[in-house]
């Protein structure tokens, strides 16, 4: 691990404005991600900023129903809050399945929301990596893919975003809040704020330089039957392969979400109005592109997906 300098960011404003006038600085809270990259070299900030302090970390009513998650909510809390249990049971779920007790206790909401990918070539400093190394080429093209991308991919990158989190919060169309340097705030639609590769797969999400997520909110409860449904390699402390959050009416309307599929949680509302496990699979994956190794992917969203609503039916 290299050197850098820290320090404890007494305001949100004061954090981004901590983060936009020192170059290699970054931002830390929990460490979950942070640190082990640093460990590998994959990150090597020159100045760390701790936000931990910032009082970031309640969970509230929101004025319209809804609930307003803080960016420094750990994972536990989150998951356990009743409010969540009882109305956002999805994301609740969605966290159960995502990481350890321990990590849970240690991850932050926005955290989450930020972690970067888990693609193999992406930490192995060895190989060439757009995500690391912008313009050095991309390893996983022709190499071993199973568990990346199929959807909204590029000729830069094909790395799937990790968190089950996210696609929970996508599902649920979540708020993401930010604050500025100068203190103005924006909001930034879950739908709007990780990004595709393109051209510039380093180039994450939608946060500005000057940045730091305050808050995440939710609307008001979806009702209907929550499931979050995760398939992976093993059964514990594994990412995705395929992943899938619903919410469903009892009209047999749902609302779904992905993971394991895209550089970003990956959500096909016009897919929603079709019927039927295929029928929304379909759409869902229209212009995928598999290789031979994860192209059991389409199928196992289509089976997925068929468990679910089964369960949703009784």
Not at 38 to 60: A, Y
Request: charged share 20%; glycine share 8%.
């Amino acid at each position: 691990m290299k050197a850098f300098t820290y320090e404890r960011a007494q305001t949100p404003a004061g954090a981004a404005a901590s983060l936009a006038s020192t170059p290699g600085a970054k931002l830390i809270a929990g460490g979950t991600n942070l640190l082990d990259l640093m460990k590998l070299q994959v990150e090597t900030p020159t100045h760390l900023i701790d936000i931990n302090r910032l009082g970031l970390d309640q969970i509230e009513e929101a004025s319209d129903g809804g609930v307003r998650i803080g960016a420094l909510v750990r994972n536990t809390d989150l998951a356990a809050s009743p409010r969540v249990r009882r109305d956002y049971a999805v994301l609740a779920r969605a966290l159960l399945a995502g990481a350890s007790g321990q990590l849970r206790n240690k991850a932050t909401t926005a955290g989450n929301l930020l972690q970067r990918t888990r693609c193999p070539y992406f930490y192995d400093t060895t190989k060439p990596c757009n995500k690391r190394q912008p313009g050095s080429g991309c390893a996983a093209l022709g190499g071993f893919d199973r568990n990346l991308a199929i959807l909204a991919t590029s000729d830069q990158c094909i790395a799937t975003h990790p968190s089950d989190m996210a696609v929970a919060m996508r599902v649920l169309d979540a708020t993401v809040h930010a604050v500025r340097a100068d203190g103005t705030q924006r909001t930034i639609p879950i739908a709007d704020f990780h990004r595709a590769p393109g051209s510039t797969p380093d180039v994450e999400t939608a946060l500005l330089r000057d940045e730091v997520i305050t808050a995440v909110t939710l609307p008001p409860p979806l009702g209907g039957k929550h499931f979050y449904r995760k398939v992976r390699d093993r059964a514990s402390y594994a990412f995705a392969l395929v992943s899938v959050a619903a919410v469903v009416q009892p009209d047999g309307r749902g609302r779904f979400a992905y993971g394991g599929l895209a550089p970003k949680p990956w959500r096909v509302e016009a897919a929603e109005q079709r019927s039927g496990a295929n029928a929304i699979a379909q759409a869902t994956l229209a212009g995928a592109r598999t290789s031979e190794h994860n192209a059991f992917k389409p199928m196992l969203v289509e089976r997925t997906l068929a468990s679910v609503l089964a369960e949703a039916k009784g």
